[in-house]
């Protein structure tokens, strides 16, 4: 099993970027995913999360009502939009899934299996 992030890179305050989480040897259609991040010297943080149906999305408060997370089941792969991007936004970001469990799930011990993560760098 392995997820593979990518889509990050530099840009300016305000700006966008579209984060792809492509997961590859398994199906993860039945699975819960998330996204968190880890700024330098601190710790890894919660961002958001997809239920398996795609229907229920959860966000950390300093990223609601500008970051959305969806996926695509054909391609299995989940993205996450981020826009009105911040300086505070700047981190690594790693995607994560559960093994089981149809809800979303925020915390760290919650997922099984990570990604290697993506720089993401807004400059001010």
């Known amino acids: 099993v392995q997820l593979q992030a990518s889509g990050g890179g530099l840009v300016q305050a305000g700006g966008s970027l579209r984060l792809s989480c492509a997961a590859s040897?398994?199906?993860?259609?039945?699975?819960?995913m998330g996204w968190f991040r880890q700024a330098p010297g601190k710790e890894r943080e919660f961002v958001g999360a997809?239920?398996?149906?795609?229907?229920?999305?959860y966000y950390a408060d300093p990223v609601k009502g500008r970051f959305t997370i969806s996926r695509d089941y054909a391609k299995n792969t989940v993205y996450l939009q981020m826009n009105s991007l911040k300086p505070e936004d700047t981190a690594v970001y790693y995607c994560?899934?559960?093994?089981?469990?149809?809800?979303?799930?925020?915390?760290?011990?919650?997922?099984?299996?990570w990604g290697q993560g993506t720089q993401v760098t807004v400059s001010s």
């Open positions: 994560a899934v559960r093994n089981s469990g149809s809800y979303y799930y925020t915390r760290i011990v919650d997922y099984d299996y």
């Open positions: 040897g398994r199906t993860f259609s039945r699975n819960a």
């Open positions: 997809i239920s398996w149906s795609g229907g229920s999305t």
